[in-house]
């Protein structure tokens, strides 16, 4: 799983995009009291706790201790797993299997598949959205071009952002039956003038990865440059999000 330093304070202020997207999932969710359901890449747990409301046991799953200190100090009573989305294992399967906004992370996409499959009984449920073909491609375009003209370097995402025809194999493969799927723009607004600013600080850690400390900034106020002409309208920033999201089934 790729390593972030996550700044756990603007994902949960600048950035609650996240988790506000991520409650449209609940309703496919339709979680059930008794139910034991897995979220995996929980963040700093608000998802988690909501879906735990309907009086399902929920248990909240991410690669960042620092993202479940939060989620434990907010939500002391729930259980919080440390473990990458492409390494775990539970003795008692689950009902159920939510995620978002997490797998386009996970490099070991098929590793994140063969978990998930076992974690869940025959018949459970998989609800899952992540970052879909061609997710943030033109603020990563502004930003690769951005380096190479300040630096000469090539740099690679390293997201894994792939579409219905490339997913679905891998998840039939693994013992999934795929009952709904979905590819779309999800234009979503960035908070503030330094908006794009703050999104490229926060989420483009791999494309700068490499950059010296003191390329970033100038690489960063270069691409926000080129970004305005698309992505700043009426006075708001937009990040070109695209959402794959899959409603399945473990045969
Ligand atoms: C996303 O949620 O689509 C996303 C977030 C950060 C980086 C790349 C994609």
Request: aromatic share 10%; with cysteine.
């Amino acid at each position: 799983m790729t390593i972030n330093n996550w700044n756990t304070t603007l994902y949960d202020g600048k950035h609650n995009f996240v988790t506000k997207y991520g409650e449209d999932l609940l309703g496919l969710l339709n979680a059930q009291a008794g139910e034991r359901i897995l979220d995996v890449g929980c963040g700093t747990g608000h998802l988690t706790a909501k879906i735990a409301e309907s009086g399902a046991t929920v248990i909240g799953l991410d690669n960042s201790a620092e993202m479940l200190l939060k989620a434990q100090a907010a939500y002391p009573h729930m259980t919080w797993v440390n473990a990458s989305a492409s390494n775990f294992s539970f003795d008692q399967p689950f009902d159920a299997l939510y995620s978002n906004a997490t797998l386009h992370w996970v490099s070991d996409a098929e590793g994140a598949v063969r978990c998930m499959a076992a974690a869940l009984k025959t018949g459970g449920r998989l609800v899952i959205e992540f970052g879909g073909k061609h997710n943030v491609g033109i603020i990563a375009n502004a930003v690769r071009q951005a380096i190479k003209t300040q630096t000469e370097q090539d740099s690679q995402h390293g997201w894994f952002f792939p579409s219905v025809g490339e997913y679905a194999p891998l998840l039939e493969k693994h013992g999934f039956e795929i009952n709904a799927a979905w590819l779309f723009d999800r234009p979503t607004k960035l908070e503030g003038e330094d908006g794009m600013t703050n999104w490229i600080r926060m989420f483009s850690g791999g494309l700068l990865r490499g950059l010296a400390a003191e390329a970033i900034e100038p690489v960063i106020a270069a691409a926000v440059q080129q970004l305005r002409a698309t992505q700043y309208i009426d006075g708001i920033w937009y990040a070109d999000y695209r959402r794959l999201r899959v409603v399945g089934r473990r045969n």
